[in-house]
C-alpha cells in the first residue's frame, strides 16, 4: 500500500520541520544541554507539525549522539526506537479520554524504559479529556518520575484546567506562510519527479491555508487527477467555480447590476455549485481585487496565470475602494449566515442582492459607492418608478429641467378679479386640523407646491455640486406646513446627518434662493405640531384674518 504524501514526507529531524523556528531552537538548546523538562504542551492549528516535533523530540532525548539536537538514526537506541517501542507511547484523548485510561497511565509510567533513557508519552488532542480523566492525570504530570517525558498536544489550550497549563512547557506553533509550504511541495513533487505548474502549486498552497498537511492533503488529490499538476486542474479539483464566471459576477456586484447578478448566480447553481462554495469563491475572488488594487507586487503576491491577473487587474482598476470595502464586509457576513441558515441559497442571494443594491442601504460604504457613481454617471437607471420613489438622478434632472411659467399679473386696480374678498370669521376648535386651512404659498404668481419646491431644490443642489448631501437628500418627503416646508426623512440616522452644521447652511442657503424662509427636517412618524402650538402657528401665519378659538 503506497503511502499518503503526508505520512511519507513526515520528517524526522527537526531540520526537516517547515518553520516553527522558535519552537525547533528552545528544544534543541534544551537536548544539547541536557536539561529536558518533564512535561510539554504543544499548542497551535492543526497541521503544523505538533506531533511531529514531539516524535522527533521522543527520539532525541533518547538518542546516544544527537546531531545539531536532533536523533543521530544511526545508534542502537535510535534504531530500536524507529519501529513501535513501549518506550515511546502515543495516546489518542479523543477516543482514550475517560479516568480509567489516565489510572492506567498512572500505574505504567513507574516501569522504566526498555531501550532508552527516557518513557515519552505523547497525549494527542488532550482537551478532549473528562474533568476526572485530567484529576487523575494531575498528580502524575505534577510529580512524574524522572524517567518519564509528557508531551500534550491540543489544537484548543483554552479548554485545559489552569492546573494543567501552569505544569507544562507551552510551545505554540503557528500557521505557515504560504511561501513556505510552496517551497515544501514544490521540493516533494520534485522528488517524486511530478512535473507542475508553478501557479498550481501556489493554488495548493493557499488552500492549505497554513496547514502543511492539509496541502499535501490536497496535493495528493491533484495528483491523481493529471499527469502535470496544473493550475485548471487544481481548481477543478477543489470543486471550485469556474475562475472568470466568478470574476463577472464579481464585477457585475461592483457595478450595482444586479439583473446580470441574479442572472450569473442562478448559473452557477444550475452547474451544481453549492451556497457555501459559490461564496467562498466570491470572498477569495473580492480579495484578490483587493491586493490586485492595493498592492504593487499584486502579481507575484497572487502568483495567478496571466491573463487570470489580467482579468483581475482589469476589475480592480474599475472598482472604488469603498465598493471593494463594503462587498468584503457583507459576504464575511453572510459566511456565517449560511453556516447556520436552513436556506443557503436564499441567505446567498440576499446577500448579494443587498451588495448590488446601494440605494436602499444608509451605511457610510454604500453612500461612498452612490456618490462614485453618480460622479461617474454609472448608476442603474430604474426601468419603472414606484409610487413615492423618485431615484437620484431623475429626480435632480426633472427639477432642473422643470419650465418656470410666467403669469402676467394686471395691476390690482384694474383687475377686479384679483381684489382679496373681505375676510370672514371663521370659528375653529384647538382639535381642527392644520391641513384644511393651510394655504400653499405663492411664488411667481402660482402656488408653489412641496413637491415643486422639493424639485427645485434637488436642482439647484446638483448643478452646486455637493454630491454627498445629493444623495442623502434621496428620497425624502415634502410637505407645506403654512410657509414651513417640512422635509420627512425615512430614519434618525438620516435625520442626524442631514442636521449636521454644514449639510444645514448649504440647504438654508438653497431654499433661501427659492424664496422658502422657513424648513424643518423631520423623521417619518413624528408627530405634527397640534393644540396650542398649532394655534399660535395659526395666528402668525394668518394674522391679517379675524380668527376666533373656542375652547
Not at 497511565?105 to 497525549?123: D, F, N, S
Not at 448579494?352 to 436602499?360: G, N, S, T, V, Y
Not at 395659526?538 to 378659538?549: A, M
Request: glycine share 4%.
Amino acid at each position: 500500500m503506497d503511502l499518503s504524501l503526508y505520512r511519507k514526507f513526515r520528517p524526522d529531524s527537526f531540520s526537516k520541520i517547515v518553520r516553527q523556528e522558535h519552537v525547533v531552537r528552545i528544544l534543541k538548546n534544551q537536548i544539547m544541554s541536557g536539561s529536558v523538562g518533564h512535561a510539554y504542551l504543544f499548542c497551535g492549528p492543526r497541521g503544523t507539525g505538533k506531533t511531529s516535533v514531539a516524535r522527533i523530540l521522543a527520539r532525541a532525548v533518547n538518542c546516544e549522539h544527537p546531531l545539531d539536537g536532533s536523533p543521530c538514526g544511526q545508534c542502537p537506541t535510535c534504531l530500536a526506537l524507529k519501529e513501535d517501542s513501549l518506550d515511546i507511547t502515543e495516546i489518542d484523548a479523543a477516543s482514550n479520554n475517560g479516568v480509567a485510561e489516565m489510572r492506567d497511565l498512572r500505574e505504567k509510567v513507574q516501569y522504566p524504559p526498555v531501550a532508552g533513557k527516557y518513557k515519552v508519552y505523547i497525549i494527542d488532542e488532550v482537551h478532549m479529556l473528562t474533568d476526572s480523566a485530567f484529576n487523575a492525570l494531575l498528580k502524575t504530570l505534577e510529580e512524574p518520575p524522572r524517567h518519564v517525558i509528557f508531551i500534550l498536544a491540543t489544537t484548543e489550550p483554552h479548554k485545559l484546567p489552569a492546573t494543567i497549563l501552569s505544569r507544562c512547557m507551552r510551545l505554540d506553533f503557528k500557521l505557515i506562510p504560504e511561501e513556505d509550504l510552496e517551497k515544501h511541495l514544490s521540493s516533494i513533487l520534485d522528488e517524486i519527479k511530478k512535473p507542475y505548474e508553478a501557479e498550481a502549486v501556489s493554488a495548493i498552497a493557499r488552500a492549505g491555508a497554513g496547514s502543511d498537511r492539509d496541502m499535501l492533503s490536497i496535493a495528493q488529490m491533484c495528483i491523481s487527477y493529471e499527469e502535470k499538476l496544473t493550475y485548471e486542474g487544481v481548481v477543478k479539483t477543489l470543486g471550485a467555480a469556474d475562475f472568470f464566471e466568478t470574476a463577472s459576477l464579481c464585477e457585475s456586484l461592483l457595478k450595482s447590476d444586479l439583473s446580470s447578478t441574479l442572472e450569473q448566480t442562478e448559473k452557477l447553481f444550475s452547474e451544481g455549485k453549492s451556497a457555501g462554495v459559490l461564496l467562498k469563491d466570491l470572498i477569495e475572488m473580492t480579495n484578490k481585487i483587493l491586493i490586485a488594487k492595493s498592492c504593487r507586487t499584486a502579481e507575484r503576491v497572487l502568483s495567478l496565470p496571466k491573463e487570470h491577473f489580467a482579468r483581475v487587474r482589469e476589475i480592480a482598476l474599475l472598482a472604488e475602494n469603498c465598493a471593494l470595502r463594503r462587498t468584503a464586509e457583507i459576504l464575511s457576513s453572510a459566511e456565517n449566515t449560511i453556516r447556520f441558515s436552513s436556506s443557503p441559497r436564499v441567505a446567498l442571494e440576499t446577500a448579494l442582492f443587498r451588495i448590488a443594491e446601494p440605494k436602499d442601504d444608509l451605511t457610510y460604504d454604500a453612500l461612498l459607492v452612490r456618490v462614485s457613481q453618480l460622479e461617474k454617471g454609472t448608476a442603474p437607471r430604474t426601468e419603472t418608478i414606484p409610487k413615492g420613489e423618485r431615484p437620484v438622478e431623475e429626480a435632480a434632472e426633472r427639477a432642473a429641467e422643470m419650465p418656470v411659467k410666467q403669469i402676467p399679473v394686471e395691476s390690482p386696480v384694474e383687475s377686479p378679479a384679483i381684489h382679496a374678498p373681505e375676510p370672514e370669521k371663521r370659528e375653529l376648535n384647538e382639535d381642527s386640523p392644520f391641513s384644511s386651512i393651510a394655504a400653499a404659498p405663492v411664488r411667481e404668481g402660482i402656488p408653489l407646491t412641496a413637491e415643486r419646491a422639493y424639485g427645485k431644490f434637488m436642482g439647484a443642489l446638483r448643478k452646486r455640486g455637493g454630491a454627498v448631501l445629493f444623495a442623502l437628500c434621496n428620497d425624502l418627503e415634502a410637505k407645506f406646513e403654512g410657509e414651513k416646508l417640512v422635509l420627512f426623512t425615512p430614519n434618525e440616522m438620516l435625520l442626524k446627518t442631514l442636521s449636521k452644521s454644514e449639510h444645514r447652511a448649504t440647504m438654508t442657503q438653497i431654499f433661501s434662493s427659492l424664496g422658502i424662509g422657513e424648513f424643518e427636517l423631520r423623521c417619518k412618524g413624528a408627530s405634527v405640531p397640534s393644540g396650542k402650538r398649532a394655534i399660535d402657528e395659526l395666528r402668525e401665519n394668518f394674522k391679517d384674518y379675524p380668527i376666533e378659538f373656542k375652547d
